[in-house]
């Protein structure tokens, strides 16, 4: 139980924590209807040109009510040099204990999203590539729209 409150307390900062600060790069990718298969890799650039600024590493998602899980685990790595993330395991919670879900509502689709890294630094002006792989236990998962990766200011 504390675990959840936790989990669903820090949601609603980062959220709050995030309002108004707009993406300085932004990518994003539509998947397939017929589902996000393990072996389709969604390859994301971002565009980063002041490397004084520190940046917030976003995910964003967009999925439908027919996902059937609560949370999406998702492999993501850099593609290029990027030191402060080569490669990291990401875990998204979609929807509470009781299968609400957490994401905001527009028409049909929920929209969310899981900052990966706070407050880092690109070691060089340009664009940079990463590739995002699904990493639950289904070979396809079904409801998932799309995926994007935001860069974004951080006020710290």
């Not at 990518?27 to 209807?33: F, I, N, Q, R, V």
């Not at 439908?64 to 609560?70: D, K, P």
């Not at 990401?90 to 049909?108: E, K, N, Q």
């Amino acid at each position: 139980m504390n675990r959840t409150v936790y989990t669903l307390l820090s949601l609603v900062l980062l959220l709050l924590c995030s309002c108004g600060r707009e993406a300085v790069s932004s990518a994003y990718a539509d998947l397939p209807e017929r589902g996000w298969s393990i072996g389709d890799t969604v390859r994301l650039a971002v565009s980063v040109q002041d490397t004084t600024q520190a940046y917030d590493l976003a995910l964003t998602l967009r999925h439908t009510e027919q996902y059937a899980y609560q949370n999406l685990w998702l492999f993501v790595s850099a593609c290029d040099s990027l030191s402060p993330l080569r490669a990291d395991t990401v875990l998204a919670c979609l929807a509470d204990d009781r299968g609400r879900w957490l994401s905001t509502r527009t028409g049909r689709y929920y929209a969310g999203y899981v900052t990966m890294q706070h407050a880092m630094r690109f070691p060089a002006a340009g664009t940079y590539t990463f590739a995002i792989v699904q990493g639950m236990r289904d070979s396809v998962i079904t409801g998932i729209a799309d995926v994007g990766l935001e860069v974004r200011k951080t006020d710290r």
